[in-house]
């Protein structure tokens, strides 16, 4: 029976091979362990997407909404320094076309707990969107198989969750269609500055899910297209 179901649990992972998570914080030029210092998200074994933006999911994407955060680490990074998400796909990319970007949010009382940054506190701190040339959008995630960004030198100091997410657009075109992937680290900031982070959403509530850069065609275009608009708030670069 166990053997049985291992060779069910490889044939299906193969099966959803088109789907992936943010497992791994990339932090100090290091990739860390899958699960260490990210949240484990409910798509740990499907790696399905979130696709409904008004659920609790689209927040942090937790296995266990009680236990998840405090069965985490906590990073320590530098206000300044280089971090990221390396997705499950090592060695190969994103394999859906997309929209990626990062937020953050203080998390009171601690960045492993549960109740962190559930109202409107998350802010942009980067962006890839695609690029529009030659009456074609051109996606950064067909070169890439993981993101990396600056935390803004001028956050201060503090607990903090950093959201990783791709939009993948390659269903979008009717409501719902889109697919999140996202995952949330759990990081202690450290040497930050005196910035007032902003503009600030809350997840559920960034989108509505009629955004110009969610709901889209994206195979065919109208003639005066004039680009893609990124859904959610303008970064905040510190
Ligand atoms: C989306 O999530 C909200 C909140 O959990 C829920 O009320 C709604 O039924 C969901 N919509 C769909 C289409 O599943
Ligand atoms: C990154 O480096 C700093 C400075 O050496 C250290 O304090 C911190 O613990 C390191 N972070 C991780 C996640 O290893
Ligand atoms: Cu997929």
Redesign the pocket.
Known sequence: MKTLLAALVVLSAQFVGAHYTLPDLI??G?T?ADWL?VRETANHYSNGPVTNVTDEAIRCYELDYTTTAGDTSI????AGSTVGFQGSIFNDDFYHPGYFSAYMSPAVPAANSASAAESSTWFKIWEDPPVYENGELVFPSQTIDQITFTIPKNLPSGQYLLRGEQIALHVASTYGGAQFYLGCAQLTV?DGGDGTPGPTVSFPGAYTGYEPGILINIYDLPADYPGYQSPGPAVWSG
């Open positions: 932090a100090n290091t860390f210092y990073a320590t990074v530098a450290v």
